[in-house]
């Protein structure tokens, strides 16, 4: 269970380090990629009301330029990074999978155990009482009357006793179950976030070359620099919305890993340690 939960809280550091690698990437996005964009768009807007013609979009050009030469925003290394942290939830949902089937296995093993175990104990106490009357009788007679005495008392308590301590062992199974399955719910909406990250990184991607496209186009062919600039502004708002959905997906992975870590911490924290 420590080894469990020390690889569950290591996981979610990492993926709150993602999470901040994934912010960056955005910023750099923001501050390079779309505000590049912007100034062309905006240049373009400026060139074209004062009447210029396609080779006079100079401004527009070198936005473009810039564009270009800036790149990809998602670096190798972090891709690297989010398959580490996707490999490793994947790994620790399997783990949780095993050992919550082997604690469903004890528990339903419990009361079978309990009953039986109180039989056993009960018989053997007394087989062993009877044992020591027959040994005592020839060899010590005035302890005969105190161990048949000892066989009147009755066997309630000793049950009790056995009872008690499976009910603590079956209490600790379920402590260590809610833990269990408290790890495994984190775990499980993580990778469904990572999921979903994956899937607007590479819209933002797809978004990103689109318009490389087009500025490449606007670049080489000046003449039809109007029509590249168009499609571009087109695309803009697409490429706006997606950052946007970008950040906010990973704001919202952080915040619910977070409140895992906490909820996790609360559960080890109530859970009996007999």
Known sequence: MFSLVEIYFDNSQKTLEFCTALENCLKRTRDNQLM??????????????????????????????????????????????????????LSMFSKLQQRK???????????????????????????????????????????????????????????KWCNSLWKRYETALKGQREVISTMQVGTFVTMKDLESIRVLVSKVEIKVES???????ALREEEVVKFAMDEIKKKLEEFMDDIQKLSQHGDKCSREITRARTVLLRKIMKTPNN
């Open 211 to 217: 318009l490389m496209q087009n500025a490449d186009f």
């Open 36 to 89: 590049m964009i912007q100034l062309a768009v905006s240049h373009f807007e400026e060139e074209v009301g004062d009447g210029v013609d396609g080779e006079k979009y100079v401004k527009t050009l070198q936005e473009l330029r810039k564009f270009k030469a800036a790149g990809d925003p998602f670096t190798e290394g972090f891709f690297e990074l989010f398959q580490s942290v996707y490999i490793q939830h």
């Open 101 to 159: 089937g082997t604690l469903d296995k004890k528990l339903k093993s419990v009361k079978t155990w309990s009953t039986v175990s109180n039989v056993i104990f009960v018989s053997a106490f007394v087989s062993v009482l009877i044992f020591s009357v027959v040994a005592a009788a020839l060899a010590a007679p005035p302890v005969v009357t105190a161990l048949a005495a000892a066989l009147a008392v009755p066997m309630g308590p000793v049950g």
